[in-house]
């Protein structure tokens, strides 16, 4: 009992002997020594790049072209196409949004021209199947009306579906390529639509 005692005595008065920076060291040396006591790393969470990790909340923004020519003899006409869209996933691979599809186009035959503008209002639905860090091809319908003036005035509606592929050039940015086809109900005549367009999304921050 005595040599235990001295022992304490002596360990007791070499720790009051160091300097408080020494017993601070000392002390952060047998804390991190003690078992079951280890330091939590702290991980800062790595932008996802694509669809693979899922995109729930997330926003996009983007736009989509098209454009068209043909000409034989005496008959010429070209199509325009502008789409800027608005998409919200709210959950991991499905997708509503937004498109507002602005379209000119004029044609000519002989010597008569004729020319006119389409706007429409798209509400449209996509899921992303087979996701990956770089590719996430798509397919789903849209529904909306489209107003045309070329001489006239008539407004009808605008059903169909769309079939596409993103690929992610980075965390953010995805390129896109989409045919899309609808059937366009404007008295007197009826319209089928079958377009290539090519643009892009911008993925924003949560």
Known sequence: ASEEG???ELNLWSFESDSPELQAKKKKAKAREAPGEEEEAV??????????GGRSGKISVGAVFSFANQSADDYSASTLLFVPSGGYYFAPRHEVGVD????NSSTEVGADD??????GFLGKYNYHFLPSPDWSPYVGPHLGFQHV?????ETGFNIGFQAGVHYF????????AEWRFSFISID????MENLLLVGFDYFLDR
Not at 114 to 119: E, H, L
Not at 149 to 153: A, C, F, L, P
């Open 100 to 103: 507002l599809v602005i379209m």
């Open 6 to 8: 001295s022992a304490a």
């Open 188 to 191: 007197p005549d009826d319209v």
């Open 43 to 52: 991980t800062e969470e790595a932008p996802t790049r694509g669809l693979a």
């Open 169 to 176: 050039a980075g965390t953010h940015l995805a390129l896109k």
């Open 114 to 119: 004729a020319s006119g503008t389409s706007i």
């Open 149 to 153: 003036s070329d001489g006239g005035s």
